[in-house]
T-cell receptor, first 114, second 113 residues
Framework: DTAVSQTPKYLVTQMGNDKSIKCEQN?????MYWYKQDSKKFLKIMFS???????INETVPNRFSPKSPDKAHLNLHINSLELGDSAVYFC?????????????FGEGSWLTVV | AQSVTQLDSQVPVFEEAPVELRCNYS??????LFWYVQYPNQGLQLLLK??????LVKGINGFEAEFNKSQTSFHLRKPSVHISDTAEYFC???????????FGAGTTVTVRA
């Protein structure tokens, strides 16, 4: 059983398209995240939701919109895709923010914009 | 604000040799410290974490790390590496009471026979 699962794993799309990446966690966690890993493998947080409420919203273009229908799901929608959006997007989850609340990551979604 | 510096971007090492990956951090508040590993084309897996207590932390796959508060460091070590340890290793910090996990730039470990 995959704890944090995201789909699709690979996505190749043209500039200007709109795409979504879905994420689900079965760990019973109340907090979920989206991280972006660029071509130099640098990881940076984009968004975080706690109990469906947006708690972290880093400086990302408005074309990126997260949606959390419930605690177990956090989807990422990207409008008008650009070449620079090509990256690996990681979904993650944790139980709150206290000590020992490890953040668990999904396998990643490799997005290539052509 | 906090930041993480991984001092080595690439570490080539021979099989069965020891390896040390260096990580320094800066933060105005107390933090929790983590090491994650990313195998080729895979997601991130937690190796170990320091929350409190003993400064020497043991993790999976024979890795350990030592927290040094005075030097604000959290170096990762393994006494004898295997080919399968070839991966990207990330040091990360999370301020206590905060949700945000900040990563270093990563260290690529390549183990050669």
């Amino acid at each position: 059983d995959t704890a944090v699962s995201q789909t699709p794993k690979y996505l190749v799309t043209q500039m200007g398209n709109d795409k979504s990446i879905k994420c689900e966690q079965n760990l019973g966690h109340d907090t979920m995240y989206w991280y972006k890993q660029d071509s130099k493998k640098f990881l940076k947080i984009m968004f975080s939701y706690n109990n469906k409420e947006l708690i972290i919203n880093e400086t990302v273009p408005n074309r990126f919109s997260p949606k959390s229908p419930d605690k177990a799901h956090l989807n990422l929608h990207i409008n008008s895709l650009e070449l620079g959006d090509s990256a690996v997007y990681f979904c993650a989850s944790s139980q709150g923010r206290g000590a020992g609340n490890t953040i668990y990551f999904g396998e990643g979604s490799w997005l290539t914009v052509v | 604000a906090q930041s993480v510096t991984q001092l080595d971007s690439q570490v080539p090492v021979f099989e069965e040799a020891p390896v040390e990956l260096r990580c320094n951090y800066s933060s105005s508040v107390s933090v929790y410290l983590f090491w994650y590993v990313q195998y080729p084309n895979q997601g991130l897996q937690l190796l170990l974490k320091y929350l409190s207590g003993s400064t020497l932390v043991k993790g999976i796959n024979g890795f350990e790390a030592e927290f040094n508060k005075s030097q604000t460091s959290f170096h990762l070590r393994k006494p004898s590496v295997h080919i399968s340890d070839t991966a990207e290793y990330f040091c990360a910090v999370r301020p206590q009471g905060d949700y945000k996990l900040s990563f270093g730039a990563g260290t690529t470990v390549t183990v050669r026979a």
